[in-house]
């Protein structure tokens, strides 16, 4: 029987989490969520999950067919929350989708892997004050998520199948589980986003390097909308800021939240007026309906960048005080996909602890 720590409260520990105790019944006979910060908590801007949209709507351009299907398997199990569990904070919706008609067709358009999707009519454009020999438009049925609803959700059902949720001080290494835990865990599932390269420096410290953040600039609004917008590439006349864009998605409980900004490797926590200003007027200009909106809160959060994209790998680490090793399944570093590709991604941490538990030479996991 093994022991598992999974470190990290945000979705991709705690999916991570769930997957692992509904895969491993039998393996399992202790897992416990070990993290500094929990849903509810709004103290730390490096703790994403919280601050994000949330919505589904893949990001995966140069055809990695990994990451896609990551994202096609989240994709149908937040459609099936929806349906299935009313109270977990996820949510329908229609979104309707501008882009460039320079840009390449997203995989999910081109392969009409999404549901409900429709080609809008250069009139719907038009009236987005989009110029339709520029740019397209798509809709299609997405999701909405209300972070802290949802990754409380996601709690219970760990308590539900068993498992335990602990808060700890920051871990300087990541060899501190130990002696946090007292003894040495069969596995740890290493989710600690941005701060995953810090924890990391001793054993790994090429990661210090490549995990970096991508700040995120969020206002909310009281207003409600059927349906979610984004605008990829703002046209001249907006007089955007740099790395601005423009998503606005209802949320289950009504108001929406109003992006965005992805700046590479700024840390600031300061909100910038005249960025807020700027996603006020564009937002206005493109959605008319909301026109009159009411701000009742700006934030900013940091997205946990990595070089070479999401780390889902298997590492063991020499123990000091111990004979034994540690061993690690990493999976942080996700962006801004953390929502929309968690089942993937954990059922991909499944296959690693598979491979952890029965000493498996290689990964048998296959998407
Ligand atoms: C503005 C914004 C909008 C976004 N919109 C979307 C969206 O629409 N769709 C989508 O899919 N994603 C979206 N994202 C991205 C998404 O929020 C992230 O990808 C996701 O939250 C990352 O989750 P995580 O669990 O990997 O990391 P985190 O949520 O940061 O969790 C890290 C956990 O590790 C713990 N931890 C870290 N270091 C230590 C340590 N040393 N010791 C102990 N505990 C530690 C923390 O306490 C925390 O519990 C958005 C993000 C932002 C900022």
């Known amino acids: 029987m093994s022991k598992v720590v999974v470190l990290g409260g945000g979705v991709s520990g705690l999916t991570s989490a769930l997957c692992l105790l509904a895969q491993f019944k039998d393996t399992i006979e202790e897992l416990t969520v070990l993290a500094s910060e929990y849903p509810g908590d709004y103290h730390a801007p490096d703790y994403t999950s919280p601050w994000a949209?949330?919505?589904?709507?893949s990001f995966v351009r140069d055809g990695d067919k990994l990451q896609i299907q990551r994202d096609k398997l989240t994709y149908d199990v937040l459609l099936q929350l929806a349906?299935?569990?009313q109270s977990c904070g996820?949510?329908?919706?229609?979104?309707?989708?501008f882009m460039?008609?320079?840009?390449?067709?997203?995989?999910?358009?081109?392969?009409?892997?999404?549901?409900?999707?429709?080609?809008?009519?250069?009139?719907?454009?038009?009236?987005r004050k989009l110029d339709p020999s520029q740019v397209r438009g798509f809709e299609f049925t997405t999701v909405s998520i209300n972070p802290t609803r949802y990754n409380n959700y996601l709690i219970s059902q760990i308590v539900k199948a068993g498992g335990a949720v602990r808060r700890v001080k920051r871990l300087d290494t990541i060899d501190q589980v130990v002696d946090v835990m007292g003894y040495v865990p069969s596995l740890v599932v290493n989710c600690t986003g941005v701060n995953a390269g810090k924890l990391l420096r001793e054993v790994d410290p090429n990661e210090q390097d490549r995990v970096?953040?991508?700040?995120?600039?969020?206002?909310?609004?009281?207003?409600d909308l059927p349906y979610q917008v984004i605008i990829e590439d703002l046209p001249k006349e907006d007089n955007a800021l740099p790395n601005q864009f423009l998503n606005v998605f209802p949320r289950p409980e009504g108001g929406c939240i109003v992006g965005g900004l992805a700046a590479k490797g700024d840390y600031s926590k300061d909100i910038d007026?005249?960025?807020?200003?700027?996603?006020?007027?564009?937002?206005?200009?493109h959605i008319p309906e909301l026109s009159t909106a009411t701000v009742y809160n700006s934030y900013v959060a940091f997205r946990p960048g990595r070089k070479g994209g999401v780390r889902i790998d298997f590492s063991e680490y020499p123990l000091a005080k111990h004979v034994s090793t540690l061993k690690v399944v990493h999976n942080y570093g996700i962006g801004g996909s953390g929502y929309q590709s968690s089942y993937g991604i954990a059922m991909e941490v499944c296959g690693?602890?598979?491979r952890a538990f029965l000493q498996r030479p290689k990964c048998p996991f296959k998407l």
């Open 53 to 57: 949209g949330a919505n589904w709507c």
């Open 352 to 354: 690693y602890a598979e």
């Open 273 to 285: 007026p005249e960025l807020s200003s700027s996603i006020l007027r564009v937002m206005k200009r």
């Open 90 to 97: 996820v949510k329908k919706y229609c979104l309707k989708t």
């Open 212 to 223: 970096y953040p991508v700040k995120g600039h969020i206002l909310q609004i009281y207003e």
């Open 100 to 127: 460039s008609r320079n840009s390449a067709v997203p995989w999910y358009i081109k392969d009409g892997f999404v549901k409900g999707l429709k080609e809008l009519s250069n009139e719907e454009v038009k009236s």
């Open 83 to 85: 349906d299935r569990e």
